[in-house]
């Protein structure tokens, strides 16, 4: 759990058998606002069978609130939503905040996890000249040639800038676009198009 969360008196963290109807009443279940579901062992795809068990339990048992459930293999997320489950994400123990944004932004987790995975949108960095050009005409040009999604940039001194204001005027030494499999931007490509915003000649 997140630390910010860890001494929130609104959470509660329960370990137990999860067929014990005694652990669900510790848990306070029936009067919850969104539940949790963290997979047992992170790396173990029976891990997922269990999971699935809590669901449908819960769901049986009348729950009609939220419930956000780890799945280990992704060959499980079809069967645990069909069980109840309205949020599944994957066990990143190193990213906590993942199972907070399924909670207080639905549909974001979806978008934090194809950066996590290899079939994924890839966050790249490309090394460029970026010289005191208007960041959201950085942003439109790039898109407009479907070289993908700039999200931030390095000034002059390697410091890293994510989405910034959209009239700020950069200058740096790198740019960092979201891009999918079917883009295939270059740094060389990416520099002529910065080059024509400055109103410099292509390079």
């Known amino acids: 759990m997140p630390p910010d969360l860890e001494d929130d008196p609104l959470i509660v963290q329960l370990k ?3 067929d014990d109807p005694a652990a669900l009443e510790a848990a306070g279940v029936d009067h919850a606002r969104v539940l949790v579901i963290l997979a047992e ?4 795809r029976l891990s997922d069978s269990r999971t699935f068990d809590i669901i449908h ?3 049986e048992r009348g729950i009609k609130v939220r419930i956000v459930a ?3 293999d992704d060959l499980n997320r079809d069967r645990l939503t069909r069980a109840g489950a309205s949020a599944i994400v994957r066990p990143l123990r190193g990213y906590p905040e993942m199972i907070v944004r399924a909670i207080v932004a639905p549909g974001t987790e979806w978008i934090i996890e194809r950066l996590f995975s ?3 949108d890839e966050c790249l960095r490309f090394d460029v000249k ?3 050009v208007v960041w959201a005409d950085v942003v439109s040009a790039i898109l407009n040639e479907n070289f993908g999604t700039p999200v931030g940039y390095a000034d002059l001194q390697g410091e890293p800038h994510s989405n910034p204001p959209p009239h700020t005027a950069v ?8 891009v999918d499999e079917s883009q295939k931007p270059s740094s060389a490509s990416l520099q002529r198009l910065l080059d024509r915003l400055a109103g410099g000649r292509a390079a």
């Open 57 to 59: 339990r819960l769901r």
């Open 16 to 18: 137990g058998r999860f």
């Open 70 to 72: 780890e799945c280990v």
């Open 130 to 132: 970026i010289t005191d």
């Open 171 to 178: 200058t740096g030494e790198a740019l960092f676009v979201l």
């Open 41 to 44: 062992q992170e790396g173990e």
């Open 118 to 120: 290899s079939e994924g």
